[in-house]
């Protein structure tokens, strides 16, 4: 029970969420602008948009060098011991603004001003693109996930659920009401999906687009997207409607994801 607890705990923490205005004005560096109208058309239309290059080489190589750092060098990465191993099998971390104790070893640096320049990139589409920014509060907490590079992997899944009970809204907090989800990619530039059979999938996101709601294999979809976790790639889509996976990688695989939806306060804990 007092597990429970702590987990519930820990979700209405990295719950807490920011205007997209707030989350902007934490990145200092001078802004340069992701979307395009095209990225945006492409987003409503599809659910799903690939922006490759949004970090220079100099970021991506300082922030790589810092989570790799982690990884071999802190306790930051842990698994969740409520996870089943046959549906996903990355280790994660919290990167926070403001809530230390999930980012003991990151309080400065490549790491934390590159998920500044994450966080701010929901208020181009408040801004720029017609997004209402009342229905995206941007989280304070963004997932650091890592794959091992031994066959682990993240079975077909779907990041918010269509329908939502009220109880199961109360009970996870910050899950129910994601709407986008923004993946960037960590890796070496030069990401090689090559694999020994001809799949060349190695470690690639597989996103199903235009599934059925109740369709958890993908078989419904009407096109399938193999995308590769090229260092400096930008993956937004629509929490709700892609059916995704990440495919087995025999690489190690880093991401760093901020699911962007809900109201949002400086001061809350649970909306």
């Known amino acids: 029970a007092y597990a429970g607890i702590l987990k519930l705990a820990h979700m209405s923490v990295t719950s807490m969420k920011e205007s997209p205005s707030t989350a902007a004005a934490h990145f200092t560096v001078a802004h340069r602008p992701v979307l395009s109208a095209s990225h945006v058309k492409e987003l409503k239309e599809s659910g799903l948009v690939v922006i490759d290059n949004v970090l220079t080489a100099e970021e991506l190589e300082q922030t790589r060098a810092q989570v790799i750092r982690m990884l071999d060098h802190t306790k930051e990465f842990q698994d969740d011991p409520n996870d089943n191993l046959e549906?996903?099998?990355?280790?994660?971390?919290?990167?926070?603004?403001?809530?230390?104790?999930?980012?003991?070893?990151?309080?400065?640096?490549?790491?934390?001003?590159?998920?500044?320049?994450?966080?701010?990139?929901?208020?181009?589409?408040?801004?720029?693109?017609?997004?209402?920014?009342?229905?995206?509060?941007?989280?304070?907490?963004?997932?650091?996930?890592?794959?091992?590079?031994k066959g682990s992997n993240y079975v077909a899944h779907r990041d918010a659920p269509a329908i939502v009970g009220k109880v199961d809204w109360v009970l996870q907090p910050g899950v129910y009401d994601r709407e986008i989800t923004m993946v960037l990619y960590l890796n070496n530039s030069t990401w090689d999906s090559s694999t020994s059979d001809g799949d060349n999938c190695d470690g690639n996101l597989r996103c199903f687009l235009n599934t059925e709601a109740d369709d958890i294999t993908g078989e419904t979809a009407s096109e399938v997207r193999n995308i590769a976790p090229i260092g400096g790639r930008l993956v937004i889509f629509d929490s709700k409607r892609v059916l995704h996976a990440v495919l087995p990688t025999s690489q190690r695989r880093i991401a760093l994801t901020s699911w962007i939806g809900g109201s949002h306060s400086s001061n809350q804990w649970l909306r």
């Open 87 to 149: 549906i996903r099998s990355d280790s994660v971390t919290w990167i926070s603004e403001k809530m230390s104790n999930f980012h003991k070893s990151v309080t400065d640096g490549a790491l934390m001003q590159t998920m500044r320049f994450l966080r701010s990139i929901p208020f181009e589409l408040t801004s720029h693109h017609g997004f209402d920014p009342k229905d995206l509060g941007v989280p304070l907490s963004n997932q650091l996930a890592c794959y091992d590079g």
